[in-house]
T-cell receptor, first 115, second 113 residues
Protein backbone atom coordinates (compact mmCIF):
# COMPACT_ATOMS: atom_id res chain seq x y z
CA UNK A 1 0.00 0.00 0.00
CA UNK A 2 1.15 3.55 -0.68
CA UNK A 3 1.87 5.81 2.21
CA UNK A 4 4.37 7.59 4.40
CA UNK A 5 6.63 5.75 6.80
CA UNK A 6 8.31 7.49 9.69
CA UNK A 7 10.92 5.88 11.87
CA UNK A 8 11.65 5.40 14.63
CA UNK A 9 8.26 5.73 16.32
CA UNK A 10 9.89 6.50 19.66
CA UNK A 11 13.37 7.90 20.22
CA UNK A 12 15.30 8.89 23.30
CA UNK A 13 18.30 11.13 23.14
CA UNK A 14 20.75 12.61 25.56
CA UNK A 15 21.25 16.36 25.62
CA UNK A 16 23.89 17.50 23.18
CA UNK A 17 23.36 14.67 20.72
CA UNK A 18 22.13 15.04 17.17
CA UNK A 19 19.39 12.68 16.02
CA UNK A 20 17.93 11.98 12.59
CA UNK A 21 14.30 11.11 11.96
CA UNK A 22 13.48 9.19 8.82
CA UNK A 23 10.58 9.91 6.47
CA UNK A 24 9.97 7.81 3.35
CA UNK A 25 7.03 7.96 0.95
CA UNK A 26 6.06 5.75 -1.98
CA UNK A 27 3.28 8.00 -3.26
CA UNK A 28 5.46 9.60 -5.92
CA UNK A 29 4.81 12.99 -4.34
CA UNK A 30 7.08 15.93 -5.11
CA UNK A 31 6.34 17.96 -1.97
CA UNK A 32 7.28 16.90 1.53
CA UNK A 33 6.94 18.62 4.91
CA UNK A 34 8.10 18.35 8.50
CA UNK A 35 5.95 19.53 11.39
CA UNK A 36 6.50 19.63 15.12
CA UNK A 37 3.69 19.24 17.68
CA UNK A 38 3.94 20.01 21.37
CA UNK A 39 1.40 18.70 23.90
CA UNK A 40 -2.01 20.31 23.48
CA UNK A 41 -0.82 22.44 20.57
CA UNK A 42 -1.33 22.52 16.84
CA UNK A 43 1.34 21.61 14.32
CA UNK A 44 4.15 24.03 13.46
CA UNK A 45 6.05 23.85 10.18
CA UNK A 46 9.79 23.17 10.42
CA UNK A 47 10.90 22.68 6.81
CA UNK A 48 9.33 21.85 3.48
CA UNK A 49 10.58 20.72 0.09
CA UNK A 50 8.87 21.15 -3.24
CA UNK A 51 11.36 19.22 -5.31
CA UNK A 52 14.49 17.10 -5.01
CA UNK A 53 17.62 19.03 -3.91
CA UNK A 54 15.56 22.01 -2.79
CA UNK A 55 13.95 22.91 0.54
CA UNK A 56 12.74 25.98 2.44
CA UNK A 57 12.59 26.93 6.10
CA UNK A 58 9.27 26.94 7.82
CA UNK A 59 8.30 28.89 10.92
CA UNK A 60 10.58 27.11 13.42
CA UNK A 61 13.63 25.91 11.45
CA UNK A 62 16.28 26.92 14.01
CA UNK A 63 18.10 23.89 15.40
CA UNK A 64 16.92 21.59 12.60
CA UNK A 65 18.36 20.54 9.26
CA UNK A 66 17.00 18.53 6.33
CA UNK A 67 18.11 17.06 3.04
CA UNK A 68 16.22 16.00 -0.07
CA UNK A 69 18.56 13.88 -2.15
CA UNK A 70 15.84 11.50 -3.31
CA UNK A 71 12.21 12.14 -4.17
CA UNK A 72 10.95 9.54 -1.73
CA UNK A 73 13.04 10.56 1.27
CA UNK A 74 13.12 13.69 3.47
CA UNK A 75 15.10 13.06 6.68
CA UNK A 76 15.07 15.57 9.53
CA UNK A 77 18.06 16.07 11.83
CA UNK A 78 17.42 17.53 15.24
CA UNK A 79 20.70 19.13 16.24
CA UNK A 80 22.10 19.97 19.64
CA UNK A 81 21.31 23.61 18.85
CA UNK A 82 17.58 22.91 19.23
CA UNK A 83 16.87 24.02 22.79
CA UNK A 84 13.63 22.13 23.41
CA UNK A 85 13.62 19.13 21.09
CA UNK A 86 11.21 16.95 23.05
CA UNK A 87 8.11 16.82 20.84
CA UNK A 88 6.02 14.78 18.41
CA UNK A 89 7.36 15.09 14.84
CA UNK A 90 5.16 14.58 11.80
CA UNK A 91 6.14 14.17 8.18
CA UNK A 92 3.72 14.81 5.33
CA UNK A 93 3.69 14.78 1.55
CA UNK A 94 1.50 15.98 -1.29
CA UNK A 95 1.33 16.20 -5.04
CA UNK A 96 3.56 19.10 -5.95
CA UNK A 97 2.13 20.66 -9.06
CA UNK A 98 1.49 24.39 -9.12
CA UNK A 99 -2.25 23.90 -9.50
CA UNK A 100 -2.66 21.33 -6.75
CA UNK A 101 -4.15 22.54 -3.50
CA UNK A 102 -5.53 19.25 -2.21
CA UNK A 103 -4.75 17.08 0.72
CA UNK A 104 -1.55 16.37 2.57
CA UNK A 105 -0.83 12.79 3.61
CA UNK A 106 0.71 12.40 7.04
CA UNK A 107 2.88 9.72 8.60
CA UNK A 108 2.25 8.19 12.01
CA UNK A 109 4.77 10.46 13.70
CA UNK A 110 7.98 10.09 15.72
CA UNK A 111 8.05 10.95 19.38
CA UNK A 112 11.41 12.31 20.50
CA UNK A 113 12.28 12.60 24.17
CA UNK A 114 15.45 14.25 25.41
CA UNK A 115 16.69 12.84 28.69
CA UNK B 1 -0.25 33.62 6.26
CA UNK B 2 -3.96 33.91 6.79
CA UNK B 3 -5.14 32.52 10.13
CA UNK B 4 -8.22 30.67 11.32
CA UNK B 5 -10.16 30.86 14.58
CA UNK B 6 -11.99 27.87 16.05
CA UNK B 7 -13.64 27.15 19.41
CA UNK B 8 -11.33 25.24 21.73
CA UNK B 9 -13.79 22.44 22.39
CA UNK B 10 -17.26 21.18 21.53
CA UNK B 11 -19.48 18.36 22.72
CA UNK B 12 -21.90 16.24 20.80
CA UNK B 13 -24.18 13.30 21.38
CA UNK B 14 -23.73 10.14 19.41
CA UNK B 15 -25.79 9.90 16.20
CA UNK B 16 -26.57 13.61 16.21
CA UNK B 17 -25.23 16.11 13.66
CA UNK B 18 -22.23 18.23 14.60
CA UNK B 19 -21.44 21.67 13.19
CA UNK B 20 -17.85 22.77 13.72
CA UNK B 21 -17.36 26.48 12.94
CA UNK B 22 -14.26 28.24 11.64
CA UNK B 23 -13.58 31.92 11.03
CA UNK B 24 -11.01 33.04 8.48
CA UNK B 25 -11.67 36.70 7.88
CA UNK B 26 -8.29 37.37 6.20
CA UNK B 27 -8.60 34.59 3.64
CA UNK B 28 -7.20 35.43 0.22
CA UNK B 29 -8.82 34.62 -3.09
CA UNK B 30 -6.50 31.70 -3.78
CA UNK B 31 -6.69 30.03 -0.35
CA UNK B 32 -8.41 26.69 -0.10
CA UNK B 33 -10.17 25.78 3.15
CA UNK B 34 -8.98 22.44 4.49
CA UNK B 35 -10.16 20.35 7.42
CA UNK B 36 -8.10 17.66 9.10
CA UNK B 37 -8.68 15.67 12.25
CA UNK B 38 -6.20 14.11 14.63
CA UNK B 39 -6.45 11.37 17.21
CA UNK B 40 -3.98 11.32 20.12
CA UNK B 41 -0.46 10.26 19.10
CA UNK B 42 -1.42 9.89 15.45
CA UNK B 43 -0.83 11.94 12.33
CA UNK B 44 -3.62 14.22 11.11
CA UNK B 45 -6.15 12.71 8.71
CA UNK B 46 -7.59 14.65 5.79
CA UNK B 47 -11.35 15.24 6.04
CA UNK B 48 -12.41 17.63 3.29
CA UNK B 49 -11.46 20.81 1.45
CA UNK B 50 -13.09 23.44 -0.73
CA UNK B 51 -12.68 26.84 -2.34
CA UNK B 52 -16.05 28.53 -2.76
CA UNK B 53 -18.83 26.00 -3.19
CA UNK B 54 -20.13 23.65 -0.54
CA UNK B 55 -18.51 20.22 -0.70
CA UNK B 56 -19.62 16.75 0.32
CA UNK B 57 -17.71 13.52 0.70
CA UNK B 58 -18.17 10.25 2.53
CA UNK B 59 -16.81 11.68 5.76
CA UNK B 60 -18.41 15.10 6.03
CA UNK B 61 -19.81 18.22 4.37
CA UNK B 62 -18.18 21.62 4.16
CA UNK B 63 -20.36 24.71 4.07
CA UNK B 64 -18.55 27.87 2.97
CA UNK B 65 -20.00 31.33 3.54
CA UNK B 66 -20.64 33.44 0.48
CA UNK B 67 -17.95 35.96 1.49
CA UNK B 68 -15.61 33.03 2.36
CA UNK B 69 -14.79 34.54 5.74
CA UNK B 70 -16.16 31.56 7.59
CA UNK B 71 -16.93 27.90 7.05
CA UNK B 72 -18.56 25.02 8.88
CA UNK B 73 -17.62 21.36 8.92
CA UNK B 74 -20.69 19.19 9.25
CA UNK B 75 -20.59 15.64 10.54
CA UNK B 76 -24.04 14.31 9.75
CA UNK B 77 -24.21 11.63 12.43
CA UNK B 78 -21.48 11.73 15.05
CA UNK B 79 -20.02 8.43 16.19
CA UNK B 80 -17.64 7.75 19.04
CA UNK B 81 -14.87 7.35 16.45
CA UNK B 82 -15.37 10.99 15.43
CA UNK B 83 -13.99 12.20 18.76
CA UNK B 84 -10.78 14.00 17.78
CA UNK B 85 -9.17 17.41 17.39
CA UNK B 86 -10.44 19.08 14.21
CA UNK B 87 -8.25 21.61 12.45
CA UNK B 88 -9.52 24.21 10.00
CA UNK B 89 -6.62 25.36 7.83
CA UNK B 90 -6.09 27.61 4.84
CA UNK B 91 -3.86 26.20 2.13
CA UNK B 92 -2.19 28.69 -0.17
CA UNK B 93 -1.48 28.11 -3.80
CA UNK B 94 1.46 25.77 -4.19
CA UNK B 95 3.46 27.96 -6.50
CA UNK B 96 3.89 30.85 -4.13
CA UNK B 97 3.69 29.34 -0.66
CA UNK B 98 4.88 25.79 -1.13
CA UNK B 99 1.34 24.57 -0.53
CA UNK B 100 2.12 24.46 3.15
CA UNK B 101 -0.56 24.15 5.80
CA UNK B 102 -0.48 26.45 8.82
CA UNK B 103 -2.23 24.77 11.74
CA UNK B 104 -4.03 26.59 14.54
CA UNK B 105 -5.14 25.16 17.88
CA UNK B 106 -8.10 23.22 16.51
CA UNK B 107 -11.39 22.19 18.14
CA UNK B 108 -11.44 19.19 20.43
CA UNK B 109 -14.67 17.33 19.75
CA UNK B 110 -15.97 14.93 22.35
CA UNK B 111 -18.87 12.59 21.56
CA UNK B 112 -21.11 11.26 24.30
CA UNK B 113 -22.83 7.88 23.96
Amino acid sequence: DGGITQSPKYLFRKEGQNVTLSCEQNLNHDAMYWYRQDPGQGLRLIYYSQIVNDFQKGDIAEGYSVSREKKESFPLTVTSAQKNPTAFYLCASSIGTAQYTGELFFGEGSRLTVL
Amino acid sequence: DAKTTQPNSMESNEEEPVHLPCNHSTISGTDYIHWYRQLPSQGPEYVIHGLTSNVNNRMASLAIAEDRKSSTLILHRATLRDAAVYYCILRGAFYNQGGKLIFGQGTELSVKP
